[in-house]
């Protein structure tokens, strides 16, 4: 699903993002990615969007080399991807509904298929009650859920989130893990960029701990 052979990422400013960093991530899997601020973490995830480009190495998603990909690929391939932000950048001069049906709409679903989407997703994550509501009006962890129906709504193969639990106190924290956890049983594959080791170290996933760009180990926490 997701391999990085020998990927570095050097800024104009000097800054070594990754370095020399290798790795696979099997279809199906759910991962941590952590490390110190500043270790590679957000890189790493903005690699696998392209976001960014690697300045050497190759990052492979779904069997496609990244290098191959031209400017009008990459929306393709972000299609396939569902992406969960510690500030969940809703929009709130938006309904809960409409933050979450934009990733259809901007795909061109049809509004039935919207309508069936979005209140399955917002189902599922608990706040189909809550359709009609503004952001403004929602707790952080309410919010949060939002975001995640949004990622999901399109029903993508893979699933990142950088620090989603960043804001939000342990009870919280736990419920969002537990959602992840949740797609990630139904084959979605989950990549978790967190810096809450005792959260991570409850849930006994695979981890891969970055230092300075590099990886410092794979393994179960």
Known sequence: MIRFEQVSKRYPNGHQGLDKLSFHIRTGEMVFITGHSGAG?????????????PSSGAVHVGG?????????????LRRQIGVVFQNHQLLFDRTVFDNVALPLIINGTSADEVGRRVRAALDKVGLLSKENSYPIALSGG????????????????????????GNLDPELSAEIMAL??????????????????????????RTLTLDQGRLLADGES
């Open 142 to 165: 309410e919010q949060q859920r939002v975001g995640i129906a949004r990622a999901v709504v399109h029903k993508p193969a893979l699933l990142l989130a950088d620090e989603p639990t």
């Open 180 to 205: 992840f956890e949740d797609f990630n049983r139904v084959g979605v594959t989950v990549i978790i960029a967190s810096h809450d080791l005792p959260l991570i170290a409850r849930l006994h996933h």
């Open 41 to 53: 973490k957000s890189t790493l995830l903005k690699l696998i969007m392209c976001m960014e480009r």
């Open 64 to 76: 496609q080399n990244l290098r191959d990909l031209g400017s009008d690929d990459i929306p393709y």
